[in-house]
């Protein structure tokens, strides 16, 4: 299957362009391009004039913020199928976020003016894209509850419940480095070290080179200051 085919079926199984018919999907593809990232390139600069918007079809995505003195902050972890960047695209403004492809990336991209003229003959995919700028909202203020009311310590406690869904997976280390963990958090990752010799002192969790195993994840819960059932 080539790269427009394939685009095209996996759009298809994405809410946001489920509703709309073949030949008005691949009119909506037709007006944007194909595009193949390797591991470890950006995709795009913060505060670069507007990429426009992605859509990751393969791979995984790294979004980021980079602060004043150049510590770099893992605001979202991308897997298919997710819109990147649809902020910069609606506005034409300054891109407000990096994007780094953590593995090979197949992503389908549309400009600025592109889009504008994709939103007048389909104005349903302006309706779809406010329920999904509200869904990153909400993401955005939990994020925040996170960084300003829990400690590193409540953080890193949470973090690996998300990564290990609950202690039902280990955490591969080689995927998720120290510093990858932190930079999830918003901490340094002497910080993340720290958490992760407590966490294994109170024989919350056990590890190895390779791995991180939950071993009580309902007190990891309890340090997190979340309720089990509330967990993805």
Not at 15 to 39: N, P, S, T
Not at 151 to 177: C, F, T, W
Request: aromatic share 6%; charged share 20%; glycine share 6%.
């Amino acid at each position: 299957m080539d790269d427009l085919n394939l685009l095209v079926e996996t759009l298809r199984s994405f809410h946001y362009f489920a509703h709309f018919a073949e030949v008005d999907l691949r009119a909506i593809v037709a007006g944007g391009q194909v595009r193949h990232f390797l591991a470890g390139e950006t995709i795009f600069f913060e505060a670069d004039p507007s990429a426009g918007m992605y859509v990751l079809v393969q791979g995984q995505v790294h979004v980021c913020k980079t602060g004043p003195e150049g510590q770099v902050n893992i605001m979202a972890v991308v897997t298919p199928v997710m819109l990147i960047n649809e902020v910069a695209v609606l506005d034409g403004g300054l891109n407000p976020v990096t994007a780094i492809a953590v593995r090979d990336c197949l992503l389908w991209q549309i400009n600025h003016d592109s889009f504008q003229g994709l939103l007048k003959r389909y104005p349903e995919m302006g309706l779809g894209l406010l329920r999904i700028l509200a869904a990153r909202n909400r993401e955005m203020l939990t994020r925040y509850e996170d960084v300003s009311f829990r400690s590193v310590l409540a953080r890193a406690a949470k973090l690996l419940l998300d990564l290990s869904k609950y202690g039902q997976q280990p955490i591969n280390r080689h995927e998720h480095s120290i510093t990858e963990m932190a930079s999830r958090i918003a901490c340094v990752p002497e910080a993340i070290s720290r958490s992760l010799n407590t966490f294994k002192l109170q024989g919350l969790i056990k590890s190895s080179r390779a791995a991180i195993f939950i071993t009580k994840p309902a007190e990891l819960a309890r340090l997190a200051q979340i309720e089990p059932q509330l967990l993805n």
